[in-house]
């Protein structure tokens, strides 16, 4: 089993900015990705950015230019820098990993941190 566990999440103004963290632990195995979805009050969760085992990001359009994401291989732990925030980035944030188990492609989450952006 992959246990993720979320820090950073909180209450800021529109335009300030928060860091994100998740660390693995457990069996983690062979990591295809790491990344964090989001999901706001009555829409479905999206991805909002992942980076590679080796290191390449993708970004959603809505934050490219705003966000960062990073990854510490050693310590199987990945990073999301948000910037500029916006009232719209307001949402649960869920760190996702994602690996090849037993039964083929896996997905595991952690339990979501709370990012409030206010006007």
């Known amino acids: 089993q992959v246990q993720l566990v979320e820090s950073g999440g909180g209450l800021v103004q529109a335009g300030g900015s928060l860091r994100l963290s998740c660390a693995a632990s457990g069996s983690i195995g062979t990591v295809i990705a790491m990344g964090w979805f989001r999901q706001a009050p009555g829409k479905q969760r999206e991805s909002v950015a992942s980076?590679?085992?080796?290191?390449?990001?993708n970004y959603a359009d809505s934050v490219k230019g705003r966000f960062t994401i990073s990854r510490d291989n050693a310590k199987n732990t990945v990073f999301l820098q948000m910037n500029s925030l916006k009232p719209e980035d307001t949402a649960v944030y869920y760190c996702?990993?994602?690996?090849?188990?037993?039964?083929?492609?896996?997905?595991?989450w952690g339990q979501g941190t709370q990012v409030t952006v206010s006007s």
């Open positions: 980076v590679s085992r080796v290191g390449i990001p």
């Open positions: 996702n990993l994602r690996r090849i188990g037993g039964g083929g492609l896996e997905n595991y």
